[in-house]
């Protein structure tokens, strides 16, 4: 009996992860996925995930549980903001997002290392680039650290980044735009540079096996930010959705 390749999908019940999870199992991977909360495991059972209850913060539970799902890949798609980025509740949640972009990426990059991972594809943002000339490539400069506004969101993106790439494995960096979708809020493009939830989780299941280390822009062709390398290397559409 041949074993199946693991996937340790790092918030496998998140907007993004209850897309991807199907595609993964689908395609023949097994798939370990996390939740923070007990209450999501019948959830993630139901895509066909091997569900863990764990805390990113807690850098031995989690080291364990990847050390134990002994995956080929592991996929970071960790974010802790608001359903539909409700206004009154983003400050706060934009401090947790950068703590989990910081710390939480630490404690990720350690565990796929420790259990020898030899891949990780992390979820960055493709909307902090600097001002300039568009749709910006995945050189371009992002936004100073010291901004008044997103310095703090920066200062975690670019630790994200730089973890991830760094990593003595192959490191993948997925710029998405903005989420709409199902479990977003948003029923359509809030904005220049927007992707679909559908299309998202798509470009992180074709990073697993055709994406060369480095960062890629994965948002919609409106002249935002250029999405040719992700179009070439990865095989990727902005117009795929799941079911057709």
């Known amino acids: 009996m041949t074993t199946k390749k693991c996937v340790f999908l790092a918030g496998a019940a998140g907007a993004i992860g209850r897309r991807l999870a199907p595609l993964l199992v689908a395609s023949g991977w097994r798939v370990v996925g996390t939740t923070r909360s007990e209450g999501k495991v019948a959830l993630l059972r139901e895509l066909g995930v091997e569900p863990v209850v764990v805390d990113v913060f807690d850098a031995g539970a989690l080291r364990d549980a990847v050390a134990e799902a002994r995956p080929e890949v592991v996929i970071h798609q960790l974010t802790d903001l ?34 020898g991972a030899r891949r990780l594809v992390a979820q960055s943002i493709a909307f902090v680039y600097a001002e300039g000339p568009t749709p910006h490539r995945e050189e371009d400069p992002l936004l100073p650290e010291t901004h008044p506004v997103y310095g703090e969101t920066v200062r975690a993106v670019a630790s994200l980044e730089r973890q991830v ?56 062709d409106d002249g935002a930010v250029t999405i040719e390398k992700a179009t070439r290397i990865l095989g990727w559409d902005a117009g795929w959705r799941a079911g057709r």
């Open 165 to 220: 790439l760094a990593a003595p494995l192959d490191g993948v960096v997925l710029r998405y735009g903005l989420f709409y979708g199902p479990g977003t809020g948003f029923d359509a493009p809030v904005g220049p540079g927007a992707v679909h939830v559908d299309a998202a989780a798509k470009a992180a299941e074709l990073a697993l096996t055709r994406a060369t280390p480095g960062v890629y822009n994965v948002a919609e």
């Open 82 to 115: 608001p359903l539909g980025l409700e206004a009154s509740k983003m400050t706060a949640a934009l401090v947790r997002n950068a703590r989990l972009r910081d710390e939480g990426t630490r404690n990720l990059v350690a565990a796929a290392v420790g259990a």
